[in-house]
Every structure is written in C-alpha cells, then in structure tokens.
C-alpha cells in the first residue's frame, strides 16, 4: 500500500481469495486472533477482512450480495463470544496506536533467544522491538494452546540499540492493560527475562519503561 511517498506491506491472515482463518482449520477465535496480532506488531499496514473481528468462518461472495452471518443469533456462524472478540481486537489495535508503544511501529526488532539453549522456543513468538524515539516493547505470542514458559536473555547487540542500561530501573508495563507486571534494574533484566503464558493468553506486549 502507497501512502503518500511511503510505500507498507499490508499486513493480514484473510483475503477474498482464501478461505477464512477458521475455516477448517482447527483455530479458535482467540488463536486466531494471536496470530493476526503478529502482523499487528510489524512495520506495515495492518488489515482486517470484514467479519474476521466477529469470527466468521463463512466465505463471503464476491460479485454477488451476502451479508456477515456471524453478527446474527441464530445463524450456524454465530459464535456466542464475537463481542468479545471485538472487544480484545480494539483493545490490541488501540495499543498499536498508543505513542507510548512506537516501538511496534518500527522497523527495527531482534528476535529473542531462550537463556538456557540460545535457540527459538517454537512454542513462543518473542520478538524486542525497539525504536522509533519510544520505549521498547517485548512482544510475546503463545502459538498454540498449552501453558507455556520460557526464560529468555537480551544480548549486547539489542539492548544497546534498545537504550537499556546495566544500572537504570526499569519497569515491564503490560502494553495492552498500562499495568505494570514487575520490576528490576537493567542488568538483570538483560541476564533472566522469565515469560510464563498460559493458555488463555494469546498475546503479551511487555512495555520496557524507565521507574
């Protein structure tokens, strides 16, 4: 997409093209909408195809009239939690626009590592972003559906540009809620970063503030 002289990615799981993200597929509504998080925490354009925020399975006609049947009781699509969903999708887009959060706006990102292995954790998208003159913001995704926990470290190579500093206290600040979940000064943060999802937490972005 071509704003201006700017040229974005677009950023979505749905098009008319494919069949729907629950469609088959096994996903639930709020697995779904964790993986679409992902993209929200990219450098692009975020896209929602219309009904995906109710949870609509149905494929919608193209070049031909229909109607979202997810938004109506008594139809087979109805899911009894779609307002729900709505909710949490404005709740995450929300926080992508939050100022205090640029971070997600940014380009620039380092892929975390577990502490004990220096490897990925398949079952865990952890990703720092960083820049953008803001805070930086770790974004956690449990991928599938079990209680998840993991222990990752921050290297030299991303809490230098990060701006995170050895002596300075800093607080994590849950980017969805602007609640703070703990404390601690920036060495041992950048040494034992502990992340414990269960399995109703799709998403996490964990603001790094100074205290």
């Known amino acids: 997409m071509r704003v201006g002289t700017d040229v974005y990615v677009v950023l979505g799981l749905e098009t008319h093209d494919e069949k729907r993200l629950l469609d088959s597929t096994g996903f639930d ?8 998080s992902i993209g929200l925490s990219r450098f692009g354009m975020p ?3 219309m009904g995906q925020e109710f949870g609509e ?6 070049r031909r009239p229909d109607f979202l049947r997810s938004r109506f009781e008594g139809r087979a699509q109805f899911h009894p939690r ?4 709505v909710a949490f999708y404005s709740t995450l887009i929300r926080a992508r ?12 990102n380092y892929f975390l590592r577990a ?3 220096n490897q990925a954790d398949s079952r865990i998208f952890a990703d720092l972003k960083f820049g953008a003159g803001a805070s930086p913001v770790i974004v956690l995704n449990n991928l599938w559906f079990p209680d998840v926990a993991q222990t990752y ?3 030299p190579e991303a809490a230098n540009p990060a701006g995170i500093s050895d002596d300075v206290l800093y607080n994590l600040v849950d980017a969805l809620s602007n609640k703070v979940v703990s404390s601690g ?3 041992d943060l950048k040494w034992s970063l502990p992340v414990v999802l269960n399995n109703s937490t799709r998403v996490q972005w964990l603001r790094i503030e100074k205290a």
Not at 57 to 62: M, V
């Open 47 to 49: 896209m929602l195809l």
């Open 153 to 155: 470290y921050i290297p």
């Open 29 to 36: 509504i709020w697995t779904g909408a964790g993986f679409w």
């Open 82 to 85: 779609g307002a729900d969903l």
């Open 57 to 62: 399975p149905y494929g919608l006609g193209f």
């Open 115 to 117: 502490k004990d292995s």
């Open 185 to 187: 000064i920036g060495r």
């Open 97 to 108: 626009r939050d100022p205090a959060n640029a971070a997600l706006l940014s380009a620039s």
